[in-house]
């Protein structure tokens, strides 16, 4: 049976808040220096779920962290002992409260790869254990761009439990997946004493969420027309736009840092006397030395043929390959980027340049 | 996995054969594997890289890796890893050569420096399996007579008489008796192949390819029997890390081995 729409005031959500914070453990923006991260937090006083800007970082580190331990090893002249690593504290029962919708959405995207031929159980597990319970957006940020990409953003199944404001001022939480429905089930219900209003039926509380998506559509200051880029670029490999869009780029990464979406990463090893380490790390496809091949060949020398591959894999490739585009359109990395790179502007710039050739 | 190094052979200057077997019992039958397709190999403490498996699963109870000094791992190999000591196998990875395609017709490798070591693993699996291919011409260009590998291995082949080789160098060397001049320019002058019902394997340094791929097309092969396998900078071998991508194609997956038809329908970044 699935759990009723509970609608609700702010006093009301704060109390869901409490008891969520009471049931599991739970990750929630923090802010520090007027920024937001997700931290590990115990009280409601300690973060704001409702943080009025997107956090610099994605969510993405907690199902994938900066650097993970992937195997340990002893080698010695009596021979080599390969162990696993202790247990993935990422792998817990957990929440994840105050995600936008883009952070959330991004996990679908790299659910694709993750799952394609080797399965990543750590992965794996870390998503299946997690829940992600978050308010939808009211308004726009500056670099925001998540409505002009080719998926439903109406559609907040990448939501576990999605909170909306709804236009009339009330507050709206619902169960939006299978895992949703089980955590609201098992939830103390004590928070839902506050339940405003007992008689609307279930049309009219997704009515007035949808008014509030619709006024959300409209603050959006950046727009493209996703199909035409994405047809574009699939054409403009030896374009030279690719050139005058990555000039200022300093090769700092940040970029693929922040992203929610930027899987790339590289394994190395630590090694001291007998004991060794093998880490997975994050890498980039910005980095001079990403298919840098021993020997010396490197397909990427320059600049532009990096930013032409971040580009094409997030806006042609990924789609290519498995049916989703590997941007979201969450602005991290324009804001993060200290030349000021728009993503926005690259594929657009790109993708108009070529319709002039 | 661990593997034990059994044997190195010193191919060249810079080229070492590393002859691997399982420590752990069994594990050797239960790694099955065909040729083109790959591993990674761990040095402990140095880290991981990629390498073809240079034999063929024909020949039981070990498999061969063939390694030349490039870079920080691969030195350190050359450096200190010797009979005796362990490494971490992970694979086999990736495609292999299309072998039921293959049967019934003429087969022509054409092999440049460390590039032979992929096409080795083919040559020996075809050399087991003799009777299903028809004529069998191997060329074989280095830089230097010392740059060849696998001196003793076609020594063999040369005395087999159901094959034939063609060896060359890039420059004339006192001792040299037989061909001088870079590997199209042979494949032109000195194989001039039937193209009828053959199949091109080749392999070598992305130069080599380039030009070798030109003249077969030129002999008038077609793009869709000319079959060669990747290098590309690769990490996990899993189609996770991102590093080996073409387009959408990931050559740890997809490849290594592609035939010409399909390198041309991704992007130009090689």
């Known amino acids: ?357 | 996995m661990l593997c034990k190094v059994d044997k190195v052979i010193q191919e060249t200057p810079d080229i070492r054969t590393y002859r691997l077997k399982f420590r752990e019992e069994g594990m050797m039958e239960k790694f099955t594997y065909l040729p083109g397709q790959f591993v990674e190999f761990s040095l402990l403490g140095s880290g991981e890289c990629t390498f073809c498996i240079a034999s063929s699963a024909t020949r039981l109870g070990y498999f061969d890796c063939s390694i030349k000094k490039a870079g920080v791992v691969t030195a350190d190999m050359h450096l200190s890893l010797e009979e005796g000591d362990e490494v971490g196998i992970r694979g086999p990875f990736g495609n292999w050569f299309p072998l039921e395609e293959l049967k019934g017709k003429n087969l022509l490798f054409i092999g440049g420096g460390i590039g032979l070591a992929p096409l080795r693993s083919l040559i020996q699996y075809c050399i087991d399996n003799r009777n299903d291919y028809k004529d069998f011409t191997i060329l074989y260009g280095a830089r230097t007579s010392d740059g060849m590998c696998y001196k003793d291995e076609i020594r063999e082949w040369q005395d087999n008489k159901s094959l034939k080789v063609v060896l060359t160098i890039d420059q004339p060397e006192e001792t040299w008796t037989t061909n001088v001049g870079v590997v199209p320019k042979i494949l032109e002058e000195v194989v001039m192949p039937v193209i009828e019902n053959t199949k091109v394997i080749t392999c070598g340094p992305p130069i080599m390819i380039k030009y070798t791929i030109q003249s077969l097309v030129k002999l008038g092969f077609a793009d869709k029997d000319i079959i060669t396998t990747l290098e590309m900078k690769m990490q996990c071998g899993l189609g996770k890390c991102g590093r080996c991508n073409i387009g959408s194609t990931y050559v740890c997956k997809d490849g290594p081995v592609f035939t010409n038809e399909q390198l041309k329908s991704l992007p130009d970044e090689f």
């Open chain 1, 1 to 357: 049976m699935s759990v009723e729409t509970f609608v609700t005031d702010k006093a009301g959500l704060h109390k869901f808040y409490e008891a969520v914070m009471a049931s599991r453990e739970t990750y929630a923006p923090v802010e520090k220096f007027g920024k937001f991260d997700f931290k590990r937090v115990t009280r409601l006083t300690e973060c704001d779920p409702e943080s009025p800007i997107a956090t610099t970082q994605s969510i993405k580190p907690l199902f994938f962290p900066r650097s993970a331990k992937v195997m340990k090893y002893l080698a010695t002249s009596a021979g080599t002992e390969v162990s696993e690593v202790d247990e993935d504290p990422l792998a817990v029962k957990r929440v994840i409260l105050g995600a936008k919708h883009c952070d959330a959405r991004s996990l679908q995207v790299l659910d694709k790869v993750y799952n394609w031929d080797y399965i990543d159980t750590d992965y794996q597990k870390r998503r299946e254990n997690t829940v992600i319970i978050s308010t939808r957006c009211d308004q726009a940020g500056t670099h925001c761009f998540c409505t002009s990409l080719d998926y439903d953003v109406e559609n907040l199944d990448a939501m576990d439990v999605v909170i909306v404001n709804g236009a009339d001022g009330k507050i709206y939480i619902k169960a939006r997946t299978p895992k949703g429905e089980n955590f609201l089930t098992e939830l103390n219900t004590e928070y839902r004493i506050l339940n405003i209003e007992s008689q609307m039926s279930e049309e009219d509380k997704y009515g007035e969420m949808k008014k509030q998506y619709e006024s959300f559509t409209g603050s959006f200051r950046l727009k493209m027309d996703y199909k035409e880029v994405n047809a574009k670029l699939s054409k403009i490999f030896d374009t030279p736009e690719f050139e005058n869009v990555s000039g200022n780029c300093v090769s700092c990464n940040t970029c693929a840092f922040v992203c929610p979406t930027c899987h790339c990463f590289k394994i190395s090893d630590e090694k001291v006397k007998d004991t060794g380490v093998r880490y997975k790390s994050y890498d980039s496809c910005n980095n001079g030395y990403f298919t840098l091949m021993a020997g010396g060949h490197n397909p990427r020398p320059v600049k532009y043929r990096r930013w032409r591959q971040r580009a094409m894999h997030k806006f042609v490739y990924y789609k290519e390959r498995f049916g989703e585009n590997l941007c979201v359109g969450c602005g991290k990395c324009t804001i993060a980027c200290p030349v000021n790179i728009s993503i926005f502007e690259v594929v657009n710039q790109v993708s108009s340049a070529a319709m002039q050739e």
